[in-house]
């Protein structure tokens, strides 16, 4: 991509921008508002939905067994509402902004729209927490009919789509509208091309739900007589799981972000980068299948297609990203004279800076537990050995908490100044919040997937039985698999718990940061925005510490891959 030499002229007025003190990156007023609002409604639900995970591990921890059946069911239902949807699609949405406006030096399209739009996400995310705490909506995340929650529980989902989608199509304008305007050369910049990703899935995940809600909507109200069970999970999880997949290629946007930003690291092949979100749109939304791998409904070639041939295009682009984005660190430490030994770059790498740390943290967990776990989950065969157990739930914390969630946390150090204004607060807590947040969310992931490899139910709130009349005793290995993961649960929720603090803080009594002068505006951006504008690639590949990062990835996979398939083979004298 070629260099933007200067900011080209626009044809709106100056005071509409301002310049960030910190970076130099022009600001349109519009979007630094509704990026303001979109980050603060995320973690106002972040803290919701992070105080109800923790009821629901303290209450699957046996020995603590917090809450009744009734109470953990809703609070289950709520936790997965608002830290699955409400919490990362209302910080993607703020994502979205800044790589559409700020990146691309554009006002933002239609803001009134945006802002109705933004309106139209509270409400709905409001209306379905009311419904669920109102202890008639206790239907969890998957809402699966025949068991139906009230009216408002499946309009505020409906709304909070509808908004989001507002918000998706408010960044496509801003991408003509820059295009229009001229106010970048070449290219789009990765971080916004990851962005356009994200919504175009998002496109597709939000016609799922509302293909689903709406018809389920009327039923509630009784318009409509019944739900097909099948059809709705069919339709649901085009929904449900591919939610999961915006998050994918937002945080790996996020990964290239931090990167440049903070090392001036250039991706080894910008165009091969491009290419792995491209396969991101045409596959990785297909991965939702396993959810559907034991319905008689569906046909056998459906599924051996989606976990087959499509589910190794989905994993290529991950695995493209898992090494461009090391390999980025890595050619810009040894730019920089970290160039003794294999490891001496990622030794002396930035780690007492959190978005960093926070960055590398997300990038090796969602690879190692996410990724991988992801793979055997979504194989036809292997699936049966995990199907409904909670490796499940350990298998998405370790891709959405371990890799998303963390991957925003780390972002958000960068972005409060520039967005706030405001320097960040309690320096020496946010250097360990990272650490605390992603080894806890690590060890969730972790005792979850052993839990289930050995038996241990999904949703089922009392592995003991102590209420039924047919018991099941499962291994003291399985019990304790449960108690560690409800220790790790309390040391990542001191992790989040430092993060809100650390950001409302911030934003609230943060020392002030001026704006920069206005002249820059003429002379262009500082390196520290230039690095996120102007990619290119690094014109290198003498990477041998990546290489062997890569390889204890690929030696990992492959054993773990190896394991299952031993485990399955254990129960094929049953058949």
Known sequence: ME??????????????????????????????????ANAVAAVLFLALGGLFGLLVALTRWPAVHLLSSEWFYLILTAHGADVLLFWIIFFEMAVLYFASSTLLNCRLAAPRLAWLGFVLMVVGAVMTNVAVLQGDSTVMFTSYPPMQAQPHFYLGLILFAV?????????????????????????????????????????FTIASGAIILVPTFMWSIGLISTIDPLTYKLVWWGMGHSSQQINVAAHVSVWYAIVAIVLN???????????????????????????????????????????????????????????TVPGAIEAAQRKRGFNRGVFEWLRKAPWGNPAFSGMFLSLVMFGFIGGISGVV???????????????????????????????????????????????????????????????????????????????????????????????????????????????????????????????????????????????????????????????????????????????????????????????????????
């Not at 002229?9 to 509409?16: F, G, K, T, W």
């Not at 003509?176 to 990765?190: D, F, H, N, Q, R």
Request: net charge positive; aromatic share 12%; glycine share 10%.
């Open 3 to 36: 260099a933007v030499s200067q900011f080209p002229p626009l044809s709106i007025p100056e005071r509409v921008f301002r310049i960030c003190g910190v970076t130099g990156l022009r600001v349109e007023l519009n979007a630094e508002r509704l990026i303001r």
């Open 163 to 203: 908004g989001a989608l507002v918000g998706c199509m408010i960044f496509f304008a801003t991408l003509v509208i820059a295009k229009e305007e001229k106010t970048y050369e070449g290219s789009i910049p990765l971080v916004t091309f990851g962005a356009l990703t994200a919504a175009i899935i998002a496109v």
């Open 265 to 323: 690291g250039k991706p080894l092949s910008e165009k091969v980068s491009r290419t792995a979100f491209f396969l991101y749109i045409l596959f990785l939304q297909l991965a939702s299948a396993h959810h559907l791998l034991v319905e008689p409904g569906v046909s056998s070639e459906w599924k051996i297609f989606n976990t087959s041939y499509a589910l190794y295009l989905a994993v290529l682009g991950s695995m493209v990203h898992g090494m």
């Open 377 to 575: 989950l979504g194989t036809e065969q292997l699936n049966i050995l995990m199907h409904n157990t909670i490796y499940v739930p350990g298998h998405f914390h370790g891709t959405v908490v371990a890799g998303t969630t963390l991957a925003f946390m780390a972002v958000t150090y960068l972005l409060v100044p520039v967005y706030f204004k405001r320097e960040i607060m309690f320096p020496a807590l946010a250097r360990w919040q990272p650490y605390l947040f992603g080894f806890g969310v690590a060890g969730i992931a972790l005792f979850m997937m052993g839990a289930g490899t050995l038996g241990v139910p999904r949703r089922h709130w009392d592995i003991t039985f102590s209420d039924a009349t047919l018991r099941y005793g499962f291994s003291s290995a399985a019990f304790l698999m449960m108690a560690l993961n409800g220790m790790a649960a309390v040391l990542a929720s001191i992790g989040g718990i430092a993060y809100v603090v650390i950001v409302v803080a911030s934003i609230t009594f943060g020392k002030r940061i001026p704006d920069g002068p206005a002249t820059r505006a003429a002379t262009g951006p500082t390196p520290m925005a230039a690095a996120v504008t102007q990619y290119g690639s690094a014109g290198t590949l003498h990477l041998p510490g990546t290489l062997v990062l890569v390889g204890i990835f690929f030696l990992s996979f492959v054993l773990y891959y190896y394991v299952n398939w031993k485990y399955l083979s254990q129960i094929w004298p049953l058949h």
